[in-house]
């Protein structure tokens, strides 16, 4: 009996998002009595690996191969039946991305195991099993019981703070009897955002709505995040227009994120806008309806127009870092 969890890698820098998997997955085999082995795939560093050590992992079982370096779902589902079988685990957990969500039900299947996707929540064992998860687009909560001996769960990214402790992995070869067809999708070309930082892992966020009129006034966000060095991020209707693009839609249908620092200018805090920010640290609010609801999540409300308030604010931050 154990509990593994699938670690994601950018050129063998693990996510963010990877580090708050391993945490959620020994915290679950804490519960159980058990421990926790973190699932390394590719080109990865000894050191990254034994660092998953700091966020609970006993041990990391790495599978060497250079065709890991992409995403092959058939692959990763082989590596992860694999590993559940020599393991004995019982809970096999993901992240709820495109990679886990392309993952998971395939080993759910394989395993014969009950699949629970987007967790919010650490299972409940008194209650048998029972996970939080949100459901609706964001209006209401839905508390799951897998009904199996087995597991498979994805975890919704920044749901949880990260805590590092001290600790170190061990790290074991994991071989896995691959086949051809498992590589049969051809990757023929990444189109990589580069210059900036990713939304998911940042921890300061300038963020606009549709208040901010329009794409030609998105340089008021992107002055103030430079000067902060955060992240740029929209409400879903400013990526439904194309005024952003959309890998920077935060909420309920986009990213949750988990930052420091959210600053939202025009928008009006709309349930699922709230369902992907509201675990951020503080929440600053730019609007000039002094009754827009998102007030009420907020640490600092400022009432004004963003055509004012952000440039005063960039301003200040310029003579503020002089
Ligand atoms: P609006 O609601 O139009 O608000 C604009 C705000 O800007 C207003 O509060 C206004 O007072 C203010 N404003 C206007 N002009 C100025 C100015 N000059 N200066 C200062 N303030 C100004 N939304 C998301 O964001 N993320 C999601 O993931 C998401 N998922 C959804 C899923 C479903 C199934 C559905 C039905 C909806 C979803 N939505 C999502 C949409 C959501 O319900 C809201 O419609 C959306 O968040 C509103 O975006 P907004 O606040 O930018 O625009």
New binding site residues.
């Given amino acids: 009996m154990s509990v593994i969890v699938l670690v994601e890698h950018t050129e063998g820098v693990i996510k963010k998002k990877s580090l708050e998997a391993v945490q959620y997955a020994s915290e679950i085999a804490k519960k159980m009595n058990t421990t926790a082995a973190a699932i390394v795939a590719g080109k990865a560093t000894d050191e990254e690996m034994k660092n998953l050590g700091q966020y609970g992992a006993q041990k990391v079982l790495h599978v060497q191969d250079d065709r890991l370096n992409e995403l092959h779902a058939r692959a990763f589902t082989r590596i992860l039946v694999t590993a559940a079988k020599k393991e004995s685990s019982q809970v096999i957990i993901t992240l709820h991305d495109v990679n886990g969500s392309s993952i998971a039900p395939r080993v759910a299947i394989q395993l014969n195991a009950a699949l629970i996707t987007g967790a919010l929540s650490y299972p409940d064992l008194e209650k048998g099993f029972v996970v939080k998860k949100s459901v609706?687009?964001?209006k209401a909560f839905a508390f799951v019981q897998a009904a199996s001996d087995k597991k498979v769960i994805t975890l919704m990214p920044n749901s949880f703070p990260l805590i590092k402790n001290e600790g170190t992995a061990t790290i074991e070869k994991l071989e896995v009897a691959f086949e051809e067809k498992d590589f049969g999708v051809k990757v023929k070309e990444v189109n990589k955002i580069t210059g900036e930082i990713p939304l998911s892992d940042a921890e300061l966020v300038v963020s606009?709505?549709?208040?901010?009129?329009g794409p030609e006034n998105w340089g008021l966000i992107e002055n103030l995040a430079h000067e902060l060095g955060a992240a740029t991020a929209?409400?879903?209707?400013?990526a439904d227009a194309h005024w952003r693009p959309h890998h920077e839609?935060?909420?309920?249908?986009?990213t949750t994120i988990r930052p420091n620092l959210y600053i939202a200018?025009?928008?009006?805090?709309?349930?699922?806008?709230l369902?992907?920010v509201s675990g951020s640290k503080t929440i600053v609010v730019?609007?000039?309806?002094p009754e827009?609801?998102?007030f009420k999540a907020a640490n600092y409300g400022v009432v004004?127009?963003?055509?004012?308030?952000l440039p005063q604010l960039t301003a200040a931050v310029k003579k503020f870092k002089e």
């Fill in positions: 609706f687009s964001g606009g709505g549709r208040g901010m009129k929209c409400s879903r209707p400013v839609h935060v909420g309920q249908t986009g200018a025009g928008i009006s805090g709309a349930i699922q806008h369902a992907g730019i609007n000039k309806d827009a609801p998102f004004g127009d963003v055509t004012e308030i």
